[in-house]
């Protein structure tokens, strides 16, 4: 087995663990299919007083301040049925080579088109995130993943660029707003 396939084995491993983790407490989630706060082309790291609990504005459930992989991947999962027991997760992460985890990405698309399956995707640094699936739809740009769900947890400074390459490539894509 490469260390690429390792990678990616672990990842969706991750993937699956947290979304294991959101069934759990599936009972609990906001009604929202948006999430905002604060606009920032980082999504600032969570504080410690952060309740992780959501506060409502007129039409939209806001989310808290800053970012929180859990907050990320429950807005992921209420895109997904709930007959669904498990799908792919990625988080871009800052402290690792953007190239490769575009490749990973990348891979992680192609096996969830090949098994008809949902991809979330989200990062706490916005722009690489952005940078990150730009990338992976270059790469991915001779396959075929017209049965993959996309779920792009991001900024909506990112959705038209985002869903432009989703639509070349003829996936379904939710974007879900994490500002």
């Given at each position: 087995?490469?260390?690429?396939?390792l990678?990616?084995n672990?990842?969706?491993?991750?993937?699956?663990?947290?979304?294991?983790?959101?069934?759990?407490a599936r009972?609990?989630?906001?009604?929202?299919?948006?999430?905002?706060?604060?606009?920032?082309?980082?999504?600032?790291?969570?504080?410690?007083?952060?309740?992780?609990?959501?506060?409502?504005?007129?039409?939209?459930?806001?989310?808290?301040?800053?970012?929180?992989?859990?907050?990320?991947?429950?807005?992921?999962?209420?895109?997904v049925?709930?007959?669904?027991?498990?799908?792919?997760?990625?988080?871009v992460?800052?402290?690792?080579?953007?190239?490769?985890?575009?490749?990973?990405?990348?891979?992680?698309m192609?096996?969830?088109?090949?098994?008809?399956?949902?991809?979330?995707v989200?990062?706490?640094?916005?722009?690489l995130?952005?940078?990150?699936?730009?990338?992976?739809f270059?790469?991915?740009?001779?396959?075929?993943?017209?049965?993959?769900?996309?779920?792009y947890?991001?900024?909506?400074?990112?959705?038209?660029?985002?869903?432009?390459?989703?639509?070349r490539?003829?996936?379904?894509?939710?974007?879900?707003?994490?500002?």
């Open positions: 087995m490469s260390t690429g396939q990678t990616l672990i990842l969706a491993v991750i993937g699956v663990v947290a979304f294991m983790a959101f069934l759990t009972d609990d989630r906001p009604q929202t299919t948006q999430a905002a706060v604060e606009a920032d082309s980082e999504i600032p790291a969570a504080s410690a007083s952060d309740s992780g609990e959501s506060t409502v504005a007129p039409s939209v459930n806001a989310a808290p301040t800053g970012f929180s992989q859990d907050r990320a991947i429950d807005l992921a999962g209420q895109h049925p709930d007959d669904v027991q498990s799908f792919y997760f990625m988080i992460d800052a402290e690792r080579d953007s190239a490769v985890q575009a490749g990973e990405l990348a891979q992680m192609v096996k969830a088109s090949q098994e008809q399956d949902h991809l979330g989200t990062g706490a640094d916005a722009s995130l952005h940078q990150v699936m730009l990338m992976a270059a790469l991915t740009k001779d396959e075929q993943l017209n049965a993959l769900h996309l779920v947890v991001g900024r909506p400074a990112h959705q038209a660029s985002v869903e432009a390459q989703a639509s490539a003829g996936l379904a894509m939710d974007f879900v707003a994490y500002r």
